[in-house]
Antibody
C-alpha cells in the first residue's frame, strides 16, 4: 500500500525559504501515470494546488506561486521536495503531498500524506 | 484560472437526511470534476471522480452528477461519520483549483 509522508521544519522565519520533503513508501514511484503534487491549506480555508512533478522531472506550478516555488524529485530515494522562497505570513498553512493519478478516465489526487503544518513567524 | 463556486458554505443536517451540495465552474469543464471529504485534522479523501464515478471502497450513499459548469454531490442517508467538509476540484486545465468547501454539521 502506497503511503506518503511529509517532513520539514514547522516554523520558518519571514523572508526565508520553506523546504519540505515527501517520502513515498510502497508501490511503484516512477510510473508515467503519476504526478507527484503539493497542495496547501491555510487554517479554515480552501485547498490550493501548488504544483507537481513527473518522475522524469517535468514540473508545473500554480502561476500565483510560480516565481517562488521549486519542486524537485529523487526517484532513487522515492522522494520529492518543495521549496518556497521569500515566505510571508500568507504562506502559513498545512502542506500536503499527494499523488495525482491519471489513467484513462481517472484523474484525481488518490493518495495523500497526513499533512504538515508550517508557520511563518519571527 | 477556472473558479469553482461551492454552495452552501455550511449546512446543518440530521442523521438519515439527504444532503446535496452544488459546485459551479466559471467555464465548461466537461465532467472533469472530483469530490473530496475532509475530516478535522485529516487529509482530504477522494470520494467521486469525473463527476459521477464512485471511488473504490466508498459507500454507495455518496453520489455525484453534472456536466459542463454545474455539478452536484449528494449523500443519501447521512451517517454520523459523514459530518465533515466536502470540496470539489476540477482537472480540466492548469492550475487545478478547488471549491471553497462545504461544512456538513450535526443539527
Amino acid at each position: 500500500q502506497v503511503q506518503l509522508q511529509e517532513s520539514g521544519p514547522g516554523l520558518v522565519k519571514p523572508s526565508q525559504t520553506l523546504s519540505l520533503t515527501c517520502s513515498v513508501s510502497g508501490g511503484y514511484f516512477s510510473s508515467g501515470n503519476y504526478l507527484w503534487s503539493w497542495i496547501r491549506q491555510p487554517a479554515g480555508k480552501e485547498l490550493e494546488w501548488i504544483g507537481h512533478i513527473s518522475p522524469t522531472g517535468n514540473t508545473n506550478y500554480n502561476p500565483s506561486l510560480k516565481s517562488r516555488v521549486t519542486i524537485s524529485i529523487d526517484t532513487s530515494k522515492k522522494l520529492y521536495s518543495l521549496k518556497v522562497t521569500s515566505v510571508t505570513a500568507a504562506d502559513t498553512a498545512v502542506y500536503y503531498c499527494a499523488r495525482r493519478l491519471f489513467a484513462g478516465d481517472y484523474d484525481a489526487f488518490d493518495i495523500w500524506g497526513q499533512g504538515t503544518k508550517v508557520t511563518v513567524s519571527s | 484560472d477556472i473558479q469553482m463556486t461551492q454552495s452552501p458554505s455550511s449546512l446543518s443536517a440530521s442523521v438519515g437526511d439527504r444532503v446535496t451540495i452544488t459546485c459551479q465552474a466559471s467555464q465548461d469543464i466537461s465532467n472533469y470534476l472530483n469530490w473530496y471529504q475532509q475530516k478535522p485534522g485529516k487529509a482530504p479523501k477522494l470520494l467521486i471522480y469525473d463527476a459521477s464515478n464512485l471511488e473504490t471502497g466508498v459507500p454507495s450513499r455518496f453520489s455525484g452528477s453534472g456536466f459542463g459548469t454545474d455539478f452536484s454531490f449528494t449523500i443519501n442517508g447521512l451517517q454520523p461519520e459523514d459530518f465533515a467538509a466536502y470540496y470539489c476540484q476540477h482537472h480540466s486545465d492548469l492550475p487545478l483549483t478547488f471549491g471553497g468547501g462545504t461544512r456538513v454539521e450535526i443539527k
